[in-house]
């Protein structure tokens, strides 16, 4: 097939690029902030914030593509096929924030002389040349080559992380992976006696707790390898136990994190979250499972929705209202440790020798079905004093305690969506070599070879601001929260891409259940729902974070 000549380009024309980005939004972030009075009237201006949150989440992505190479360069690591990625990846992510925020600038003030002396002739030449559909080929082709293993450069210990969790997935997982969604099973108990083994539940724990605490970037590496096997059937399965780790550690008594802490860090105790209701969603200070004292007990009556991994789970982190006074908000929630028994399949009923009750039914999904989610409903289901996470401190903390807990459940979700996306292109790439079209392999094509080289780009800056996220994360964990939200965003929204793409590769055979891309598709839509709704996110994490 013929092809014109891949343009020239090196990192210098991606930092030129984020250059003009940047001389793009710091304006409108500045008319932004006064426009919505420094945040407080966002509700007022929620199409404006939700394009100035995306456009700053792609500037934030393009500069961590930057980063990443410079610091692997830095490192000694080799870079040689990443440098032309990145500058597809940045110009990709500028063009889109240009074309994102072109349609506001009016209602700031602003105008054509703000995008022209963002993106002069020589910018606009450098978006050329990244977009230029011969370099995106030249990717797409290498993409091919590699049957879709495009991992960037680590140091040693966590390419070791890596490929140690991808074997335990490739041998453990992946045969069982089609059953498990098709049957809609449970997760395997082999998977969590291996996983336990392998110390997958440990890796944020710090060690004096019974963890490894290897940091968040190990923890995302074998989040990711374990999504690329089964999404449902594993790639979740530590995000829990996470959630639960951080409240913990953010807000528990120390005899609460000597008590549960081991014994998360061993698999020893599996965990549910209990935080949505059949009719809050995403406005979690709206909470009306109430919890009242009762001697040496808190009695816990009301529905939960959502409720991934009930069903199996030894214990629910469980946000419920303590102060009966609605205009009380957040600050009358409280979480706690909710105990039950594990129980198999779709429905279950605890009981309790006092009459206590919680009643559970797995809601029917196409996708994301190993775990399972359950709606639950508490009828003077009694808990004991000490598992009020916190303890009499607690009370009305339970609610930026789950927060501080979601900031490492979305970060947990940008590895995810790396992971499924990963294995899409794996796939796709596989695909494209063996089937044959008018005498050729469909990779021969230019649109394949494109197709595959946008899908390997995204993929690479999905994986830049995860992996920055997790590093921000090691370090002072609330101020990182909404880096972890823009890479939860971002991911999320191009793993949706990466599969659908990488379905319309197989043409009819991609809505088949006979090849695994049409799970990934159907699993993929989950991602920009839980742990933090798309527009919730945009708005109330992200668009805060910038503009208050």
């Not at 939960?304 to 609605?326: E, H, I, S």
């Not at 609610?399 to 979700?413: I, P, V």
Request: charged share 25%; glycine share 10%.
């Amino acid at each position: 097939m013929s092809s014109s000549a891949v343009p020239s380009v090196s990192l210098d024309d991606a930092r030129a690029l984020l250059r003009s980005g940047d001389a793009l939004l710091a304006p409108v972030l500045e008319k932004a902030r006064s426009v919505t009075d420094q945040g407080k009237s966002i509700d007022d201006h929620q199409v404006l914030t939700e394009r100035v949150a995306y456009a700053a989440t792609e500037a934030r992505a393009a500069r961590e593509v930057v980063q990443f190479l410079d610091e692997a360069r830095a490192e000694g690591r080799p870079i040689d096929g990443f440098e032309d990625v990145a500058v597809a990846a940045v110009a990709d992510l500028v063009a889109s924030l240009r074309d994102r925020l072109d349609p506001v600038l009016p209602e700031l003030g602003l105008g054509d002389a703000e995008l022209e002396a963002a993106f002069p002739s020589d910018a606009r030449a450098r978006l050329r040349a990244g977009q230029s559909q011969a370099l995106v080929r030249e990717i797409g082709r290498r993409a091919i080559a590699a049957r879709g293993r495009t991992e960037p450069p680590l140091d040693e210990m966590l390419e070791q992380v890596r490929d140690s969790v991808r074997e335990f997935a490739e041998n453990e997982v992946a045969p069982q992976a089609e059953f498990i969604h098709r049957e809609d099973r449970d997760i395997p108990e082999a998977f969590l006696t291996k996983m336990s083994e392998l110390g997958y539940f440990g890796l944020a724990i710090p060690e004096e707790y019974g963890g490894h605490e290897m940091g968040n970037l190990a923890m995302i590496l074998t989040t990711e390898e374990l999504s690329r096997a089964s999404l449902a059937g594993a790639g979740s399965l530590i995000t829990r136990p996470e959630i639960l780790t951080k409240a913990l550690l953010q807000g528990g008594t120390e005899e609460q994190k000597k008590h549960w802490l081991p014994k998360l860090a061993s698999g020893e105790v599996m965990v549910g979250v209990s935080v949505t209701e059949p009719d809050i969603g995403s406005d979690v200070a709206g909470v009306k499972c109430r919890a009242t004292p009762d001697g040496d007990d808190w009695v816990i009556d009301g529905p939960k929705a959502w409720c991934t991994f009930a069903g199996r789970a030894n214990v629910l982190a469980l946000l419920a209202r303590t102060d009966p006074d609605p205009a009380k908000g957040q600050k009358g929630l409280s979480l706690f440790i909710v105990p039950k028994d594990p129980f198999p399949g779709h429905e279950f009923e605890m009981k309790q020798p006092g009459g206590g009750r919680m009643v559970g039914k797995a809601d029917a999904t196409p996708g994301y079905r190993g775990m399972h989610s359950f709606t639950l409903n508490l009828e003077g289901y009694r808990v004991p004093a000490e598992n009020l996470v916190g303890g009499d401190g607690g009370l009305g903390r339970g609610f930026y305690l789950q927060m501080g807990g979601f900031a490492a459940g979305r970060l947990q979700t940008g590895g995810r969506a790396c992971g499924l996306a990963q294995a899409a292109l794996e796939e796709t790439a596989k695909y494209v070599v063996d089937r044959k079209q008018f005498g050729h392999p469909i990779s021969d094509f230019q649109l394949t070879e494109y197709t595959l080289g946008r899908m390997a780009t995204r993929l690479f800056a999905s994986r830049a601001i995860t992996y920055a996220a997790a590093g921000e994360m090691d370090g002072d964990e609330r101020a990182a929260a909404p880096l972890a939200a823009q890479a939860k965003l971002l991911a999320c929204d191009l793993a949706v891409d990466i599969t659908q793409q990488g379905q319309l590769m197989h043409g009819g055979w991609g809505y088949a259940e006979e090849y695994p891309i049409s799970r990934y598709v159907v699993d993929a839509q989950v991602l920009p729902i839980f742990e933090g709704v798309k527009p919730i996110l945009e708005l109330r994490v992200i668009g805060r974070a910038l503009l208050g």
